[in-house]
């Protein structure tokens, strides 16, 4: 069936250095990339997302990449802050005729100040 | 616009007892989901409602688990019995549209089954 995988499950990183969370998909179908933020006890939240006829987007110090051939994408966050620590999916989803999103099992990622 | 609201937030009951979760989706939001987020994964859609049709619920253990969205706006989600492995965190989300990806999540219900 569909999965997403995402590497690396945990990942710290120095204030103002930059991180890069990675996710693979395995349905090609598949055309629509979000990435969500949850914070401890909070829920996932959209931060930002790609479709599939784009391959890379751009929002203040996040951006996301897409390689639709290899069938992954990624999350860059430059100048990390302390804020940006969280578990971060990524996830795929097909426009079928229920728009079904897969999600995959989440990075920690630590900001240490 | 006020967010997605589910209740309970938290419910702690024992292995084969039943629980309800209750959610009621952004204003004229048409899709509705439930997740299962087990600690340090990530969400698991159980059932998908697009209105008050189910259009996928392929992951739902319906020996155990139900759900309904009556007039295709409040949703519940009924665990009976409930087992251990039940224990997670449930997210409901809602979306506007079906084309439109973003989904919406509330606060979720933090299950603890003993």
């Known amino acids: 069936g569909e999965n997403v995988e995402q590497h690396p499950s945990t990942l710290s990183v120095q204030e103002g250095d930059s991180a890069v969370i990675k996710c693979t998909y395995s349905?090609?179908?598949?055309?629509?990339f979000p990435w969500y933020k949850q914070e401890l006890g909070k829920r996932p939240q959209l931060i930002i997302d790609i479709r599939s006829n784009v391959g890379e987007k751009k929002d203040q110090r996040i951006a996301v990449t897409l390689n639709k051939t290899a069938k992954h994408f990624s999350l860059h966050i430059t100048e990390t802050q302390p804020e940006d620590s969280a578990v971060y999916f990524c996830a795929a989803a097909r426009s079928t005729s229920y728009d079904k999103v897969i999600f995959g099992p989440g990075t920690s990622l630590s900001v240490i100040p | 616009e006020a967010g997605v609201a589910q209740s309970p937030r938290y419910k702690i009951i024992e292995k084969r007892q039943s629980v309800a979760f209750w959610c009621n989706p952004i204003?004229?939001?048409?899709?509705l989901y439930w997740y299962q987020q087990i600690l340090g994964q990530g969400p698991k859609l159980l059932i998908q409602f697009q209105n008050n049709g189910v259009v996928d619920d392929s992951q739902l253990p319906k020996d155990r688990f139900s759900a309904e969205r009556l007039k295709g706006v409040d949703s519940t989600l009924k665990i009976q019995p409930a087992k251990l492995e039940d224990s997670a965190v449930y997210l409901c989300?809602?979306?506007?549209?079906?084309?439109?990806?973003?989904?919406?999540f509330g606060p979720g219900t933090r299950l603890t089954v003993t």
């Open positions: 349905d090609s179908a598949s055309n629509y």
């Open positions: 989300a809602s979306r506007k549209e079906r084309g439109r990806y973003e989904q919406y």
């Open positions: 204003s004229g939001h048409a899709t």
